[in-house]
């Protein structure tokens, strides 16, 4: 297969964790007979030193070019870069805003998953844990609280402030459509989660998606209140394989789902809209403290890519190639420096690259 990705190494410690991906997915290539054309992107603070802004127009249409984009991170250190003394639309991270606006990302995927070699890292107890939790908290990116009407005004001598929160179902259908697609790759089981019992968005929410759920017979959908789910996150976690939830519940949901997992190195994300087309990158930032040193963890970024190959080019058993590699060097005991634990072996962000892509 010919597959054309759009490379976005990014800042800070973008281009490192982005040179190790490559390297797993050129061993996919070899292994599997696929070739990957690598297209590079500038975008974040080394797109502003270039031309002035974070993200060209052309830019955009060179991602919009390709089958998928690859994104290590972009920005600087906030309080010293020269990148954040301008307006906050020139700033490193409005490249990024742009380019999910651009490529019309609604909907946002987040895996979280609890490799036993690392569940010291986890801050929940042991019988919690149980045989671990493997989940993925599906977002609406697009639509809800953080994009409706406000304002703030005084209304009877107070001031008053007003966010509307706006769903149309067919906003709520594409993303129900995706998480239910995502099911049916994994263990088949959706877990909506609205405040059905106050909110009308979430009345709707939950008849739409009852609605999709019709076309996939063989999906488990059940419902949960958000207050709830927050709580059961934390108390039976293993219960879940598909989280569904609408932009703000998700916000918060996927933040505490990754948390839990308790290592910021390994999480992965996707962005997708409803073609097969997507945007992979690492949950964490760019790490400008860590940068240029050989030291970040590049394994965010190398599980994004396996998102990629899943999602994007339906290459589900090199995907599960590259997780397994990845497994693999875990179970060995190798590790960078933020996952590091006594009687493992350090090791910097190029050999763990070499260590996986060696497994394929
Ligand atoms: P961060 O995620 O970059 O770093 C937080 C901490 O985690 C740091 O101590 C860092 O060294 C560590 N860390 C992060 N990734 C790591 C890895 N792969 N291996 C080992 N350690 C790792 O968050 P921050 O410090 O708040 O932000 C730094 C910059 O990144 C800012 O400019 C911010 O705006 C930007 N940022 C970008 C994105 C993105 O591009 N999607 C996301 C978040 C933050």
Not at 16 to 43: C, S
Not at 83 to 93: D, F, S, T
Not at 164 to 191: G, H, P, Q, S, W
């Amino acid at each position: 297969m010919e597959c054309k990705v759009a490379v976005i190494p990014g800042d800070g410690i973008g281009p490192e964790i982005i040179r190790e991906a490559k390297k797993v997915l050129d061993k996919v290539g070899q292994t599997y007979g696929h070739t990957f054309h690598y297209t590079e992107v500038l975008m974040g603070g080394c797109s502003i030193d270039a031309y002035g802004v974070p993200l060209t127009d052309e830019a955009l249409e060179t991602a919009k070019a390709n089958d998928a984009v690859l994104l290590g991170a972009v920005g600087g250190d906030v309080g010293n870069s020269r990148w954040y003394q301008v307006a906050p639309n020139l700033r490193p991270e409005a490249g990024l805003l742009a380019i999910r606006k651009g490529l019309n990302l609604f909907a946002n995927m987040r895996p979280a998953y609890l490799y036993k070699e690392l569940a010291d890292a986890c801050p929940l107890k042991k019988e919690i844990i149980g045989n671990g939790f493997d989940m993925v908290i599906m977002r609406e990116l697009t639509g809800g609280l953080y994009f409706g009407e406000r304002y703030t005004k005084e209304i009877d001598g107070l001031m008053t402030a007003v966010d509307t929160l706006t769903y149309n179902e067919n906003e709520i259908r594409r993303i129900a459509v995706k998480a239910f697609d995502i099911a049916m790759k994994r263990r088949k089981k959706v877990t909506s989660v609205d405040k059905a019992n106050v909110l009308d968005s979430s009345r709707l929410w939950r008849k739409v998606v009852e609605e999709v759920a019709k076309d996939y017979p063989e999906v488990t959908l059940n419902h949960m209140l958000v207050d709830n789910c927050a709580m059961q996150l934390v108390m039976n976690p293993g219960q879940f394989d598909v989280v569904l939830t609408e932009n703000m519940f998700g916000d918060i949901l996927s933040d505490e789902a990754s948390m839990i997992t308790g290592s910021i190195g390994m999480l992965s994300s996707a962005s997708l809209n409803e073609t097969k087309f997507g945007m992979y990158e690492p949950s964490h930032g760019s790490a400008p403290d860590i940068a240029g040193k050989d030291i970040a963890n590049p394994i965010a970024t190398v599980l994004s890519a396996a998102m990629m190959l899943r999602y994007s080019f339906d290459l589900d058993q090199e995907a599960a190639a590259v997780e397994a590699a990845v497994q693999k060097v875990l179970t060995e005991g190798w590790r960078t420096a933020d996952i590091m634990a006594e009687g493992c072996t350090k090791v910097g962000t190029t050999e763990m690259g070499d260590l996986i892509a060696a497994r394929i």
